[in-house]
């Protein structure tokens, strides 16, 4: 698998996908980045922060 060479820089890159309109795409790195780490607490709290609003 080619993917991110970090789950920190899918979070991010995944970040402005999402910010800039390209979700599915968004959704697409973040996949790759918890293949890669499952527990990153990056990754988990952008994505969380993200697709539910910041609700808790």
Excluded: C, F
Excluded at 3 to 16: I, M, S, W
Excluded at 24 to 47: M, P, S
């Amino acid at each position: 698998m080619g993917g991110y060479p970090d789950p920190e820089v899918a979070a991010h890159y995944g970040e402005a996908l999402w910010m800039s309109g390209a979700e599915e795409q968004a959704q697409i790195i973040w996949k790759e980045g918890l293949e890669q780490d499952a527990d990153h607490t990056v990754l988990k709290e952008t994505i969380d922060r993200l697709t539910n609003n910041g609700d808790q």
